[in-house]
């Protein structure tokens, strides 16, 4: 099971080494390399490719008209040029991400707060690097301040958005197009329910579920075995509603596969698209939003908010943080807590009931032994 799980993890891992080389290293000065291979161990490649995006920007900034650099190209930066860098040169390039033109795409792009604080924090890891291998002799990134993330409120389904959703998915005319119906019913419903169904139901990440191989799903006890972030093995279980909606889109997987002369049994990959090659992250996302924008919901629904659905009914449940951040898979408890912990408000609501004063009521029955 190990093996072909890690198949996809192979692949994906292949394709960032063969981006960073591309689009990361070419745009940055050679001590950057140095970088990459000291973070290679405690890091993944997605994550070194991320931070290389994000040096990008940063070399971009210095290089450019309103950069300490400028008529210099991002790879002729030196060390000590770095070095001679201020606090207020890194204050100015965090002003600068509120408006400019991506040396990525090529777009305008105003970064968010939480854009910016993650940009940083890769100039910080660059930094605390150099400085920490004598390559420079002060952290000047240490002085300035990491930008304020304003929490975003967390959307969730409600019961009545999660009825319509399904009702969409188990409906043959779903969609006002003939046509569109007829293909969704014979190519694609019974893996949209099941990816739906699974999503909603175990909360997985949306990357995790197109990770997923057939030989993951074990349907004598339920369970599954995930690819976590950071390359972590997870194994989780699913209920009833899982299990039929996985066992009806495997018997029309299986169907699929024969009738394009494909021997179903060469085929790791559990979900497919209509090429019958693994699905994409986006593919998910976009069929996501084609059911999402039936139901004439208010809300922008994507796989996250099915993720972030799931882990507020298990909270409201369990009433068991430390539960939820385990499912989830979740490193940092307090990122559990800044999700869900705003379900508290139904603990708090529970509780009000708790405790009774007022005439006719006995109220030595409202505390436990005085205490």
Do not use: W
Request: glycine share 4%; hydrophobic share 35%.
């Amino acid at each position: 099971m190990d093996k072909k799980s890690s198949s996809y993890t192979v692949s994906r891992d292949q394709l960032y080494t063969d981006k960073l080389k591309t689009e990361v290293y070419p745009y940055l000065p050679p001590f950057c390399k140095d970088f990459f291979v000291g973070i290679n161990m405690n890091t993944t490649v997605l994550t070194r490719y991320n931070y290389g995006l994000d040096l990008r920007v940063f070399f971009y900034y210095l290089t450019g008209t309103d950069g300490p650099f400028y008529g210099k190209e991002p790879q002729d930066v030196a060390l000590a040029d770095v070095n001679r860098l201020t606090s207020r040169d890194i204050e100015r390039y965090l002003a600068f991400l509120g408006g400019y033109i991506s040396p990525i795409g090529k777009s305008y792009q105003q970064d968010s707060s939480a854009s910016k604080a993650r940009k940083f924090s890769s100039v910080r890891a660059l930094f605390r690097y150099l400085y920490n291998n004598e390559m420079i002799d002060q952290n000047v990134t240490l002085r300035v301040s990491m930008p304020k993330i304003r929490d975003k409120a967390i959307i969730r389904l409600d019961d009545s958005e999660i009825s319509d959703v399904f009702q969409c998915l188990s409906e043959e005319d779903s969609f006002g197009d003939t046509r569109q119906n007829t293909y969704n019913q014979n190519n694609t419903k019974a893996r949209d329910t099941a990816i739906i169904t699974l999503l909603l139901n175990t909360g997985i990440r949306v990357s995790e579920c197109v990770g997923l191989n057939v030989d993951d799903i074990n349907f004598k006890n339920r369970s599954f075995l995930v690819q976590r972030k950071g390359g972590k093995q997870a194994i989780l279980y699913f209920n009833e509603e899982v299990e039929q909606s996985l066992t009806d889109y495997l018997s029309f997987r299986e169907e699929s596969l024969r009738s394009k002369q494909i021997e179903p049994e060469t085929v790791d990959a559990l979900f497919l698209s209509t090429q019958m090659k693994r699905i994409s992250v986006r593919a998910v996302e976009i069929m996501v939003k084609k059911y999402a924008t039936q139901i004439n919901c208010l809300k922008k629904i994507t796989p996250h908010k099915l993720r972030s659905t799931y882990g507020t009914a298990l909270y409201r449940r369990t009433k068991d943080i430390y539960v939820v951040a385990e499912v989830l898979g979740h490193n940092d408890i307090n990122t559990t807590k800044k999700h869900y912990a705003a379900i508290s408000e139904d603990i708090v609501k529970e509780a009000s009931g708790k405790v009774k004063f007022g005439p006719g009521i006995d109220n030595a029955t409202t505390s436990d032994d005085n205490n």
